[in-house]
């Protein structure tokens, strides 16, 4: 008996494997004979209390490589017959009716900050620089006149990769000033965009990665007023054409003097208080003369060529522009935050 059943078995699978599917009356008949309510396949289960017991392991194998064939050809035709119905369907498409409009996605208030302010340097003649952002300690710190045992290096503030010294996430942009000072001879005139990261705690306010903006010029006879105008021209195009700046005396180690600009926002309500301490003035960038040590470090001779340098961070811009007050939001990308921004370029 056991072997008259497994031949019977044999037989349907194989004429399962051959049967002819044309169109989606066939592909209903199939489905009825061999996956609807009364099946073959499911009546030969039942066959299995008449099997042998050393064979029934195998009989159920059997079945069930049938009833995988039978839903694997199934499939595969339906997918194929309804495909040709939707083309078949094309054919009455209107073409001239007007288009599903498409959803486009939104720019990144960090783009649209970063895209204004290229867009206004590059109108007077600065050229973008990218650098990586794998650096070694000489150009972020020691080319940029940083003494060994300053604090910026400690391992508190810096995130080294694993294992060195000497490799780290850069943690400013002015990395990039020794890049190219070392490979390009001046005149320079160059802003470099990009990422930077600091091993900071994550706050509303803070951020362990986010971006800068670094500039340089340099050149013979470049003077701390060309950077004064220079930045005045930023902040206008950048905060409006009355916009007002003041420059207080700061320090850094690659510029001598260094200031901090600031920009007037003015105080009109509540919120003009807390962003700006009371004070109405809000610090965009640091900035400064190159200091002679920084020029030297980088094979250019401070007798000949004067320059200057600013750094600003975009975070604060685009929170400050679009009122943003946790800049953890600019990184979650959030697409009910980002959707916000569609539409502004
Ligand atoms: N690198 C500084 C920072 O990350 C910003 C900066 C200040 C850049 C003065 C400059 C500069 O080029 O001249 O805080």
């Known amino acids: 008996m056991s072997s008259e059943i497994f031949d019977k078995v044999r037989g349907i699978l194989s004429v399962l494997q051959e049967q ?3 169109d989606l ?4 008949a199939f489905r009825v004979q061999y996956l609807g309510s009364k099946n073959v396949i499911k009546t030969l289960f039942g066959e299995i209390k008449n099997i042998d017991n050393d064979r029934k392991k195998e009989f159920g194998q059997l079945l069930n490589e049938v009833k995988n064939a039978a839903e694997e050809k199934y499939t595969h035709w339906k997918e194929i017959l309804e495909g040709d119905m939707i083309a078949e369907s094309d054919a009455d498409l209107d073409l ?4 599903v409009p498409l959803t486009t996605g939104s720019r990144h208030p960090v783009s649209i900050i970063l895209n204004r302010i ?3 340097f590059e109108r007077i003649g600065f050229i973008v620089a990218e650098e990586r952002e794998i650096e070694d300690d000489w150009h972020n710190f020691t080319a940029m006149n940083t003494p060994e045992d300053h604090p910026a290096r400690d391992m508190q503030d810096t995130f080294y990769l694993k294992d060195s010294t000497t490799e780290l996430l850069r943690t400013h942009t002015s990395s990039v000033q020794a890049r190219i000072m070392m490979s390009q001879k001046p005149p320079i005139r160059i802003i470099a965009p990009g990422r930077v990261y600091r091993n900071e705690t994550i706050s509303s306010r803070s951020h362990c990665q986010f971006h800068q903006v670094e500039g340089l010029y340099i050149d013979k006879g470049v003077s701390f007023a060309d950077m004064k105008q220079t930045l005045l021209y930023f902040a206008r195009e950048m905060y409006g054409p009355n916009s007002e700046i003041r420059l207080r005396p700061s320090f850094f180690p690659f510029t001598e003097p260094s200031a901090e600009m600031d920009v007037y926002w003015g105080l009109n309500n509540e919120d003009d208080y807390r962003i700006t301490k009371g004070t109405g003035w809000l610090e965009i960038l640091g900035c400064g003369m190159v200091d002679p040590n920084v020029l030297k470090n980088c094979g250019i001779d401070p007798e000949v060529y004067t320059g ?10 685009a929170m400050l522009q679009h009122k943003i007050t946790d800049i953890r939001q600019l990184f979650q990308n959030d697409t009910r ?3 916000q921004f569609s539409g502004v370029v």
């Open 118 to 120: 290229i867009h206004i």
């Open 96 to 99: 001239s009716a007007p288009s």
């Open 337 to 339: 935050f980002l959707k």
């Open 308 to 317: 200057f340098a600013f750094g600003m961070g975009i975070e604060r811009q």
């Open 25 to 28: 009356k066939d592909l209903e």
């Open 20 to 22: 002819m599917i044309g």
